[in-house]
């Protein structure tokens, strides 16, 4: 991840934040995994992980033209436990219906550097990078619940284990929120092509409706400013909590991306 930003980059662009925002998507699934090669697709795996949603995701050439079953036996000989893509864009594809395929429309927002006003401060809260040794809090972090950041099932530890290989190939940096000495939320960011990105986030329930979504995109503006980037952004499902968090906090929708989804063991995939 390279965080030294030419001062020199275009002006806040809506279409050029959104296809900085795909791309980082894409790279976030490329991050610490394997490319192996489908017939119309492109399948990263991380090693260890496939069983895991985040841990095997394809690629899809041409969706209009996807052979869903032979990507889903793909997908099972490969150890996987799910069929995962995204399309570009607010896409139906009909043809899709019969593979009980789960339909996910996710917001691309994003926003200039200078349109933030919010403080990166709150009372008694405190934003600290994520330590090779943070792995046992993180992992108690998101063990208070069932919900992981991107939504889908898998336990803590190994959710907390492929964050670590996703830092450690060096495509984001992560945070842990505190509220005195205990941990209460977490935050990835990723740098690319003048726009910092927020990834991942996470509030334990207690703290939910806090506005802790405000603080953390606030501290990205502050990242982003201090590295001369020039956008900051992110993803949410269409019209849930977090757009509405991230539309306080200062975005805008600019573009969106769909999500298909099923587990390998459904009945439209057998």
């Known amino acids: 991840m390279d965080t030294r930003i030419d001062t020199l980059r275009p002006n806040y662009e809506p279409a050029r934040a959104l296809d ?4 980082n998507d894409r790279n976030y699934f490329r991050a610490g995994a394997q490319a192996l090669r489908g017939d119309g697709w492109t399948v990263y795996c991380v090693p260890g992980y496939q069983h895991l ?5 394809a690629e899809v050439d041409n969706p209009l033209q996807l052979n869903v079953l032979a990507l889903a036996r793909h997908m099972q000989d490969l150890g996987g436990h799910f069929v995962r893509f995204y399309v570009p864009g607010d896409l139906t594809i009909p043809s899709f219906a019969r593979f009980q395929l789960r339909r996910t ?4 927002m994003a926003a200039p550097v200078e349109r933030f006003k919010t403080s990166v401060s709150a009372a008694g809260i405190t934003i600290r990078p994520v330590r090779i040794e943070d792995d046992a809090v993180k992992a108690g972090l998101l063990s208070q619940d069932e919900q992981r950041p991107d939504g889908k099932d898998a336990h803590a530890a190994d959710y907390a284990g492929i964050e670590r290989i996703k830092l450690a190939a060096s495509f984001m940096r992560g945070y842990l929120v ?16 003048g726009l910092v990105r927020l990834k991942n986030v996470y509030v334990v329930p207690a703290m939910r409706g806090q506005r802790l979504a405000s603080v953390m995109m606030a501290y990205a503006h502050a990242r982003a400013a201090a590295t001369g980037a020039t956008m900051v952004g992110s993803f949410a499902v269409a019209d ?17 991306q769909t999500e298909y989804f099923a587990d390998l063991k459904s009945p439209g995939l057998a």
């Not at 849930?240 to 969106?256: E, S």
């Open 20 to 23: 900085i925002l795909l791309s």
């Open 53 to 57: 949603a985040v841990g095997a995701i």
């Open 105 to 108: 429309v996710e917001r691309a």
């Open 178 to 193: 505190y509220s005195q000495d205990r941990a209460i939320a977490s935050f990835n960011l990723s740098w690319e092509n």
């Open 240 to 256: 849930g909590p977090g757009q509405r968090a991230y539309q306080a906090a200062g975005l805008t929708v600019v573009g969106a």
